[in-house]
């Protein structure tokens, strides 16, 4: 395959963050007023929102930027085959994705520190580490704009089955193709931790394990003492409430 020059790479990343507009070579006009999509946005790892004349000061700056990161992600065509974002919605994500990790990628210490910022009554660094886990599909300790974006199509866009089994694999904490009674535990104490002990109703002590017990008891269909990807599958779309829960961001971006 013939290796992309310097000048191609850059072009692709400014077609992405669009500060240039790929048939004029003209600066990008200015941004529509704040949607339920830039709204969403802000919940999203690395996305921070700005004023009209900041963003079109990091218009400007762009090219300098670009010029200096260690990272640049794969051309926007690409991006668009491998997920269900259209380029309009997948530059508004690396436009964010870029404010807030300028190298280009995030790591996990990063990626806490951001996801902190919305569960402030409590502790959500466990619960962060296995998401960043299940992000980091290359296993090397960062998550990249295409990690990123491949995930986020899946969890907001992708079939049931494909919401599933990534569901799954956040579950599996060591990836070997089952869920042990030890890793639902880990997973529901990082979830309450993340509430916090200050909720309303109080959330008894006895919580996760009753909630690892109710799953076990559901999933488990052999009583071997593990879930399958299969009995996890079998279970969940004979569940009307988790099939709901699987649109609940459908229309979201």
Request: negative net charge; charged residues 25%; glycine residues 4%.
């Amino acid at each position: 395959m013939k290796p992309r020059s310097q000048d191609q790479s850059l072009s692709d990343s400014r077609e992405l963050d669009r500060s240039y507009d790929p048939l004029t070579g003209n600066p990008p006009s200015k941004p529509n007023k704040k949607t339920i999509k830039q709204r969403f946005l802000k919940l999203l790892p690395c996305y921070r929102s700005g004023s009209s004349s900041s963003s079109n000061q990091r218009s400007l700056d762009g090219d300098a930027e670009l010029s200096t990161v260690c990272y640049r992600p794969e051309g926007l065509d690409r991006l668009v085959q491998h997920t269900k974002f259209t380029k309009k919605e997948l530059q508004v994500l690396y436009r964010g994705f870029k404010n807030e990790c300028p190298s280009g990628v995030v790591n996990e210490e990063t990626f806490k520190s951001i996801y902190s910022k919305f569960f402030p009554q409590g502790d959500s660094s466990m619960y962060a580490h296995f998401l960043f886990e299940a992000f980091d599909t290359n296993n090397n300790g960062s998550v990249s704009f295409e990690d990123f974006v491949i995930s986020l199509s899946i969890i907001l866009r992708g079939s049931v089955t494909d919401k599933l089994n990534w569901a799954f694999n956040l579950y599996d904490l060591n990836k070997d193709g089952c869920i042990t009674r030890e890793e639902m535990t880990d997973i529901m104490h990082s979830i309450y931790d993340m509430m916090g002990k200050y909720t309303y109703p109080n959330i008894k002590d006895s919580a996760p394990r009753d909630h690892v017990d109710n799953f076990f008891q559901k999933m488990d269909r052999n009583n071997d003492g593990v879930v399958t990807i299969e009995e996890f599958l079998e279970t969940c779309q004979k569940d009307e409430n988790i099939m709901q829960s699987m649109h609940m961001f459908d229309n979201v971006i």
